[in-house]
């Protein structure tokens, strides 16, 4: 007899290979589909139990080698095992009303079933849909930004757009200060006369969303009054108390973006034990912060590549973009010609990261990521269109 094996790293995609009953697909997804989960910062003692739980369900669980001994005080636990599974586990601990064991099943249970946004609905009553990654496409009404070619003066706005749209963008993203490590600050009528022009023409001449790079309250709500319908907030709205209030007023998507410090400051000196779990707890609060006041489903994540982290800091971001898919919103990623780049690349400058950008986005769109935040339309939809074409 002639067969052949090999090994596959998606077992559901090959039910349909193995001919099997449709009706059967969902039985095999939760025993075939196999979850890892990293849960930070567990006491000892419940992390032990966590572990007996995922062993008597089949699976298993790593803890820190000193936890059955209570010689450290809490552990990070690594959760391996099937949907099915996690399943058993979720309904074991929450029936155990001590230790936290209830509070981590809800936990568990909402990342693994819980809703995810997948649609933003807008003040114009349109719609951000997550089907596909979107496109946004940077135009920096500046002087100062990183990248020269991407600064647009009044005169060249509506050609600099119209390329943009005609190359496939979803989103035109305009700021009016750049925010690259070691700027200074503009102020708020300079932004005001640098930006609201800006959208104000782009929505008179383009049928494209349109969001305001801005942590200044005044210049989003003016930038909303005339077409915007997102607020791109590299602050993630710490930097204006106002901002809030904007916010609850109009009713835009937000990306809330994480940054060390702030960008006059940010890269002297940043450092990290873990990086994205200190990330991961900077957006569960932040995001808490929206719940309270209504708009915890109008939010986008960015984790902030090149704000106020090392080299080692973006790369680790960019490897593990997908644990942050485990807060449920959608996220954004806006490495494009960045300083990191050039630095994996032997200190090129901007204008030689593109290919180094196309290997970002397509690590990113991979793993989920939502929109990618780009200077350069066309190479990056190319891009996305041939994973799409692949992964389907």
């Known amino acids: 007899m002639n067969f052949l094996i090999t090994r596959?790293?998606?077992?559901?995609?090959?039910?349909?290979?193995?001919?099997?009953?449709?009706?059967s697909i969902p039985i095999f997804k939760n025993k075939g589909e196999f979850v890892s989960l990293l849960i930070y910062d567990v006491p000892t003692i419940t992390a032990n139990v966590i572990k007996q739980e995922m062993l008597a369900a089949g699976g298993d669980a790593a803890v820190h080698k000193h936890s059955i001994t209570q010689k450290v005080q809490s552990t990070n636990v690594l959760t391996m095992g099937t949907l099915a599974q996690h399943k058993k586990l979720v309904e074991k601990l929450s029936l155990m009303r001590y230790w936290n064991l209830d509070e981590i099943a809800r936990d568990i249970k909402d990342c693994l079933f819980g809703p995810k946004v997948r649609t933003i609905e807008l003040p114009s009553n349109r719609r951000l849909e997550f089907k596909k990654p979107l496109i946004m496409g940077i135009v920096n009404v500046t002087p100062d930004s990183f990248y020269a070619a991407s600064r647009v003066e009044k005169d060249r706005l509506i050609d600099f757009v119209a390329r943009m749209v005609k190359?496939?963008?979803?989103?035109?993203?305009?700021?009016?200060?750049?925010?690259?490590p070691g700027s200074e600050r503009v102020s708020e009528e300079e932004e005001l006369n640098r930006v609201v022009p800006a959208v104000e023409t782009v929505r008179k001449n383009f049928d494209v969303f349109i969001s305001v790079d801005t942590y200044k309250a005044k210049v989003a709500e003016e930038a909303l009054k005339n077409g915007a319908e997102i607020v791109n907030d590299v602050s993630a709205l710490r930097f204006d108390p106002e901002m809030m209030d904007v916010l609850k007023t109009?009713?835009?998507?937000?990306?809330?973006?994480?940054?060390?410090?702030?960008?006059?400051?940010?890269?002297?000196?940043p450092y990290y034990e873990d990086v994205v779990k200190e990330v991961l707890y900077f957006f569960k609060e932040r995001i808490e912060k929206l719940r309270e006041i209504g708009l915890e489903d109008k939010i986008i994540i960015d984790p902030g590549i090149g704000f106020g982290k090392r080299l080692v800091d973006n790369l680790e971001i960019i490897k593990r973009i997908s644990e942050f898919k485990s807060l449920g919103k959608p996220v954004l990623v806006g490495a494009s010609r960045k300083s990191f780049i050039g630095q994996v690349l032997g200190n090129v400058p901007p204008e030689e990261r593109l290919y180094g950008t196309l290997a970002v986005t397509a690590y990113c769109v991979l793993n989920g990521v939502d929109i990618v935040r780009v200077h350069d339309v066309k190479e990056n939809l190319h891009v996305i269109k041939l994973i799409q074409a692949i992964s389907q």
């Open 8 to 23: 596959v790293t998606n077992p559901v995609e090959h039910l349909s290979r193995v001919g099997v009953d449709p009706a």
């Open 167 to 180: 190359e496939g963008v979803d989103i035109i993203d305009i700021g009016g200060e750049s925010t690259r």
């Open 250 to 269: 109009y009713k835009p998507a937000v990306v809330l973006m994480h940054m060390k410090g702030e960008p006059k400051t940010m890269q002297e000196n």
